[in-house]
């Protein structure tokens, strides 16, 4: 997955902005690159759990179809770490997308990218552009 470096500055400004409860949002993409990113509400309010208000959520989602581009990624972040899928985000992975993980590591924020394959997660390579 190739991220574009302003649409990865938008996303750890947001993670780091909502810390220390998780952050989510959308990542559009065509031709495996990020096009652009819709922040969306975390509506748990939660340091450990994300669910995205439904109506930003299918806001972005039209706007991604609108522009003729795909979802490419779903964000969040694990303000408390790891930088890594929790048994809860496998439970709650229902696209078929790259999830892309945010963590802090002292006072700055790392990003890992990974993807469903059967019932484990895969890690998947990550280039900023």
């Given at each position: ?24 949002g959308?990542?559009a ?43 490419l ?35 700055a ?21």
């Amino acid at each position: 997955m190739r991220l574009k470096y302003e649409h990865y500055l938008a996303m750890r400004v947001h993670v780091a902005a909502e810390a220390p409860l998780e952050a989510c949002g959308l990542v559009a993409g065509a031709a495996g690159t990020s096009t652009a990113v819709f922040p969306v509400t975390n509506v748990l309010h939660s340091p450990v759990r994300f669910r995205m208000a439904p109506d930003e959520q299918v806001r972005a989602l039209l706007a991604i179809e609108a522009a003729g581009e795909t979802l490419l990624a779903i964000y969040h972040s694990h303000p408390a770490g790891p930088p890594s899928p929790s048994p809860r985000d496998k439970a709650a992975a229902a696209y078929d997308v790259v999830y892309l993980i945010w963590s802090p590591v002292g006072a700055a924020w790392l990003v890992r990218a990974f993807r469903l394959a059967g019932q484990r997660w895969q890690e998947i390579p990550l280039r900023l552009t």
